[in-house]
T-cell receptor, first 113, second 112 residues
Framework: QQQVRQSPQSLTVWEGETAILNCSYEDSTFDYFPWYHQFPGESPALLIAIRPVSNKKEDGRFTIFFNKREKKFSLHIADSQPGDSATYFCAASASNAGAKLTFGGGTRLTVRP | EAAVTQSPRSKVAVTGGKVTLSCHQTNNHDYMYWYRQDTGHGLRLIHYSYVADSTEKGDIPDGYKASRPSQENFSLILELASLSQTAVYFC???????????FGAGTRLSVL
């Protein structure tokens, strides 16, 4: 049972375009939604996170859009650069679930120059 | 800088053998986690702990045991390794359930 679903599995965009990565979840008690990125041969690292007190979180070129009603959230990477090429994981956790952070299956992003 | 150290970095084990993966953190974090990474499945939580001498089951605990003898150390034990346990294993620590996870470099385990 996959509680956090991610799409697409892979995505290729040209340099300068906006990459859009999508996630959906089932558990309505989830209240924390981070995105991690992982470069080849490296460990995952936190990129940006949102708590649903708002429906948008920005950090430079990275923006999370959150839709509580539809149980969806997405990561938009504006002005994509070749250095953004990595695997991106969305995740979710709930206040009543202790420390459990559930990850999606990942999106492999390739940015072509 | 957060520091999570895993050992070994890679290991080849035989089916049915015992494997112990170790993790040490110097972040003074209460929470520690073991995740498994397989292509197409992302990161799946095996076991986690929020206090020494206590562990909790994650989403895929079957075939794994965990041990947290101190705040700094968290081990993952495969008593009877199986082919299906071939994967990359990541240890992580965090200050709390809603805080950033800091991952170790990973252990690549191959069970033959």
């Amino acid at each position: 049972q996959q509680q956090v679903r991610q799409s697409p599995q892979s995505l290729t965009v040209w340099e300068g375009e906006t990459a859009i990565l999508n996630c959906s979840y089932e558990d309505s008690t989830f209240d924390y939604f981070p995105w991690y990125h992982q470069f080849p041969g490296e460990s995952p690292a936190l990129l940006i996170a949102i708590r649903p007190v708002s429906n948008k979180k920005e950090d430079g070129r990275f923006t999370i859009f959150f839709n509580k009603r539809e149980k969806k959230f997405s990561l938009h990477i504006a002005d994509s650069q070749p250095g953004d090429s990595a695997t991106y994981f969305c995740a979710a956790s709930a206040s009543n679930a202790g420390a459990k952070l559930t990850f999606g299956g990942g999106t492999r992003l390739t940015v072509r120059p | 800088e957060a520091a999570v150290t895993q050992s070994p970095r890679s290991k080849v084990a035989v089916t049915g053998g015992k494997v112990t993966l170790s993790c040490h953190q110097t972040n003074n974090h209460d929470y520690m986690y073991w995740y498994r990474q397989d292509t197409g499945h992302g990161l799946r939580l095996i076991h986690y702990s929020y206090v020494a001498d206590s562990t909790e089951k994650g989403d895929i605990p079957d075939g794994y045991k965990a041990s947290r003898p101190s705040q700094e150390n968290f081990s993952l034990i495969l008593e009877l390794a199986s082919l299906s346990q071939t994967a990359v294993y990541f240890c992580a620590s965090s200050a709390g359930g809603k805080n950033t996870l800091y991952f170790g470099a990973g252990t690549r385990l191959s069970v033959l």
